[in-house]
């Protein structure tokens, strides 16, 4: 293949592109962790500019024809996955028309500016008035991409941050879940109701929380030649590649929501530090899906960090970052109590293991009917009520704040997101079943040297990026597409 | 005027550069006071990308005939002003070609980041090495400018710090500078000999310096919401007019390096603040000069800072964050004599007063004789030592790292600056003359709250950007233009 090749012409194409959001990374981040509120404004305008560039770039004339002649060229099996990553990206960024990207860029800031006043004061009236235009607006782009695509709207969305999932697959799954939750829920707060809980207690300083939640990222193979922790309202897991930075918000009266925070981080930042160097630069080298990036988090928090033998790890961690404090709650069995309390509320990022697919499967059966035009703004607050009551047993009548108002992702639009938290979860049970099966998990984890485990993550998902189906992905590291079962199981081991 | 004027055209495209500064800004404080090292390949090039998009911007082809239109146009004194800052700075991008600035770019992040390893290691020649290409496309730049501009190499490159100003004017100053300063060296230290000084010993902690540094920014009216300190290898100034980042470098064994560093740094950081926000986004709103921005800086510190009166305001909160140590430092005229000794040594940001002009005057004649093409990079040691033994009377022989490789400004061919230190020193003392003509500075100082002197500053200087050539701010400010005489003057009251 000669330098001048049409897939030689995208590749340095889709560098420049990676290189601007690159920069949009560095300066999002900076915006969350660093920057003092009077320079929001600029950043702000800087950061606009920056987002029409890349859409510029994104959908720069010339594409289309190289896509074209590429597809004839002589590729290897890598550029093949390549070129199809190049054109899934371009046909994302080519279908919609330039003034609704506008429009709903407009309308979504509109709404979720609103919503930060308007959630405080229970305001259902005023949100759904934004919440309207920005459904409708949301309904064109899921049309127009379901045209395109040959599928229904919602499943047009979905497939943004889940390529290949659809509502087909999906509904059997959550059915399925729905089936056996409800039950498994009661009876995990059933056999919990004789446990003697110490909740944390104290004062738990900043430094001493921050000094063990680098620690923590130590043991959990975090490279800091590649990445930072730092502080943000809204923890995340943002920056490149290279340059990892993840963040976490300190409470000085409870460290638990902190410590766990970093270890979801930490597991999706060891993807994004995991993925082939050499393909950073090309859609490609991009992490396979939000649900499988979701997967890495949860593996690293769910099924490694709340366990027991990872608690009795950092038992004395605990203990020496908080030495003035009651140590009555610093033993692992405690620990791994406090972690792993199962209660049924309102909120859906403060939710156990076993409620958050609940919360997760209402918004997908409301924001599914809502795209595809089976219900409308005005009938959420309802269905929410009746679903919580049915789901979670929670009552959340007129309650819009700690209801269907909680969540910023409706507000600008990210309808098709959610399944992505439950599907790393069910991919995580799924990977740790293999992972039992070539290994003594608990042993390694007992023996503090974590890294048998991290081998095989790079090894089956890391390195793979997105040169994989999820599919082909999930079959080639577990022998099997994804299969809820071991999901169900594994809370039925540990709550049963 | 309508809208749709090509001054109105000039100032929006001007807007838009303005915005990817912001953007390379932010990313360049965050690689020096945020990044680890394993982020620097890929951040240099994505920040070589954004430095190709901004001379891109620089150089669109419509400029060249909105600025011929736009001087044709009926314009204000102000818009008069800002279009010929435009065309400034449209002749300074578009005589470069774009693939130079790429490889400047490169090369100087290649050779500042091994820098960083190579100073350490007193590693000349791996230091020479990359030195080498710097100061190759330096030549090139120069070369090209100075034809444009019909003037020297090194005058071209000066005049990108230092408008107007040219090796014709400076050369004499220097002349006078260097007769008279050996002997009143040698004067200051002779007067010094019988002086107690009680050197800062004891451990100071750094969390107690930052807090000291983050007081006395706040006693100098650095304003908090739109900035912040941290830190890096290198002190500087950085950010947004509307975010300024400034950094300090912390020594537990010393804390009055970096407390005079911060009241430094907030100097430059105030100069930044208190440019006219209307006029941010456009080449005539950005300071004067780097002679200017240091004459803040060093109004600041030689004139506020390190006098009698200000460490007399200091003491107590010097005295409050170091408790644990030996209070025998704490007193106003101990402080002071720490703060004004007199001492030839290596380190020119280490450098008193009295003979940083020496290790200002050594660099412009080396520098200038290495653009003028009349000596090469391995000239450089000898030259070094031979001038730091005649100007300064110490011997670097060998010792590189706190020779001729302690100062970043070379590694990424910002060759033409160092004058601007020297010019700054000499404007501060002059603006400081006038406003000692018009109030009562140690009372002023003594009283804790120093706004009437940030009020003169701001009506005089800040607030002026570049709307005014240097000469007209200065001779505006204080009735004459340059006279370097003031800064003779003030070294003799304060050292003779």
């Known amino acids: 293949m000669t330098t001048n090749s049409a897939y030689e012409q995208l590749s340095k194409h889709f560098k420049k592109i990676h290189n601007l959001h690159h920069l949009s990374s560095?300066?999002?981040?900076?915006?969350?962790?660093?920057?003092?509120?009077?320079?929001?404004?600029?950043?702000s305008e800087a950061m606009a500019e920056l987002a029409v560039m890349i859409h510029q770039q994104s959908t720069a004339p010339q594409l289309a024809g190289l896509i074209n002649q590429a597809q004839a060229e002589n590729l290897s099996t890598e550029q093949q996955a390549s070129l199809a990553e190049i054109d899934r990206s371009w046909q994302q960024a080519n279908v919609v028309p330039e003034d609704l990207v506008s429009a709903q860029s407009l309308a979504g800031s509109k709404?979720?500016?609103?919503?930060?006043?308007?959630?405080?004061?229970?305001?259902?009236?005023?949100?759904a008035k934004n919440l309207?235009?920005?459904?409708?607006?949301?309904?064109?782009?899921?049309?127009?991409?379901?045209?395109?695509?040959?599928?229904?709207?919602?499943?047009a969305l979905m497939d943004l941050y889940e390529p290949g999932m659809t509502s087909a697959q999906l509904d059997p799954i959550f059915d399925d879940v729905k089936s056996w939750l409800p039950e498994l829920t009661l009876a995990a707060q059933e056999k919990q109701r004789s446990d003697h809980v110490i909740m944390p207690t104290g004062h738990f300083p900043i430094a001493a929380q921050q000094q063990l939640g680098l620690k923590t990222m130590q043991i959990l193979g975090?490279?800091?030649?590649?990445?930072?922790?730092?502080?943000?309202?809204?923890?995340?897991?943002?920056?490149?590649a290279s340059d990892v930075r993840?963040?976490?918000?300190?409470?000085?009266?409870?460290?638990?929501?902190?410590?766990?925070?970093?270890v979801h981080e930490?597991?999706?930042?060891?993807?994004?530090?995991?993925?082939?160097k050499a393909l950073n630069h090309l859609p490609v080298g991009q992490a396979r899906s939000m649900g499988i990036h979701e997967s890495q988090s949860l593996l690293f928090e769910m099924q490694l960090g709340r366990s027991q033998e990872f608690l009795t790890l950092l038992t004395p961690e605990i203990q020496k970052a908080f030495s003035?404090?009651?140590?009555?709650?610093?033993?692992?069995?405690?620990?791994?109590?406090?972690?792993?309390?199962?209660?049924p509320d309102f909120i859906r990022v403060d939710a156990d293991e076993v409620t958050y697919p609940a919360h997760v499967m209402l918004r997908y059966e409301i924001e599914q009917a809502l795209m595809?035009?089976?219900?409308?703004?005005?009938?959420?607050?309802?269905?929410?009520?009746?679903k919580m009551q049915q789901y979670l047993g929670v009552d959340t009548k007129g309650n819009y704040r700690n209801g269907c108002m909680q969540d910023v992702h409706w507000t600008d639009g990210s309808f098709g997101y959610f399944p992505s938290y439950t599907l790393g979860a069910m991919y995580a049970a799924q990977f740790m079943t293999t992972i039992k099966q070539e290994m003594d998990v608990p042993a390694i984890i007992t023996s503090g040297d974590l890294s048998p485990i991290f081998t095989w993550l790079k090894t089956n998902i890391w390195q793979h990026a997105s040169l994989l189906s999820t599919n082909d992905l999930v079959k080639q590291a577990t022998g099997e597409v994804l299969n809820p079962a071991h999901f169900k199981a594994h809370l039925q081991a540990r709550y049963l």
């Not at 003092?36 to 600029?42: F, L, Q, T, V, Y």
């Not at 709404?111 to 949100?127: I, L, M, P, S, Y």
């Not at 975090?222 to 490149?240: A, K, Y």
């Open 26 to 43: 560095i300066c999002g981040w900076d915006q969350a962790a660093m920057m003092p509120a009077g320079g929001n404004e600029a950043r």
């Open 111 to 127: 709404c979720e500016h609103a919503w930060r006043t308007q959630r405080k004061e229970n305001d259902w009236a005023g949100f």
């Open 132 to 155: 309207k235009t920005v459904v409708e607006l949301s309904r064109e782009e899921a049309s127009i991409r379901g045209q395109a695509n040959n599928c229904s709207n919602y499943d």
């Open 222 to 240: 975090f490279d800091f030649n590649h990445g930072r922790l730092d502080v943000s309202t809204h923890p995340f897991c943002g920056g490149v």
């Open 246 to 262: 993840i963040t976490t918000r300190y409470d000085e009266d409870d460290f638990t929501q902190s410590l766990m925070g970093v």
């Open 266 to 276: 930490t597991g999706h930042a060891r993807y994004e530090q995991g993925l082939p």
């Open 324 to 343: 003035g404090t009651d140590k009555a709650i610093y033993n692992p069995l405690n620990l791994s109590q406090c972690y792993t309390r199962v209660k």
């Open 372 to 386: 595809n035009g089976d219900i409308e703004v005005d009938d959420i607050p309802e269905l929410w009520a009746v």
